[in-house]
């Protein structure tokens, strides 16, 4: 697990925790020690905590003046025994809609496990976004289905043509245009 890192290549257009509007900004990372774990397995100090034992991100874009936010996710998503939604709405996407970031894009390849719970939290993100909208990539075909039973589905659009297995050789923009195309064209 600890070799398992947040994608770096976007560093030169953006970093969290030299973004001043970012909840990550001023985190200093200690390459030499691995603190942070999930279930007893140390994972990479990259990866920002968010108060969830189980649930850890990366912001790896954001761009306000166009109100859109990529994040990479690591890690089992639980609702059910950790909350993790509520962890990630408050400490990081309350921060993101304040700064009117209405548009999220959620990488979640890294994501091993979801276990869900009510749809509470998913449909207050919804509502915040407005005009706006989630989009969810290249998470495992078990996390859809269990979205699909939980109602995640509402909220969160994801599969399809939204599987995009070559968004690392794109640059931030690309990527965004690339997702709201589709998105645009799902919500007409």
Known sequence: MQEIEPFYNWEKFYSS???EKSPFFGVEYNMQTYTNDIYGYYIHPLWDYIGSETLYIKILYANYNEGYAMIEMFGEWNDTLHNDIMHL???VIDMMVKENITRFILIGE???NFHGSDDCYYEEWFEDVEDGWIAGINFRDFVY???KKYNIDSYINFGGNLDITGWRTMNPKSLYEMVSGLM???LQ
């Open 145 to 147: 289905e269990e979205w």
């Open 17 to 19: 925790n030299e973004d």
């Open 89 to 91: 709405k408050r400490n």
């Open 110 to 112: 890294n994501i091993l």
């Open 184 to 186: 645009v064209r799902r």
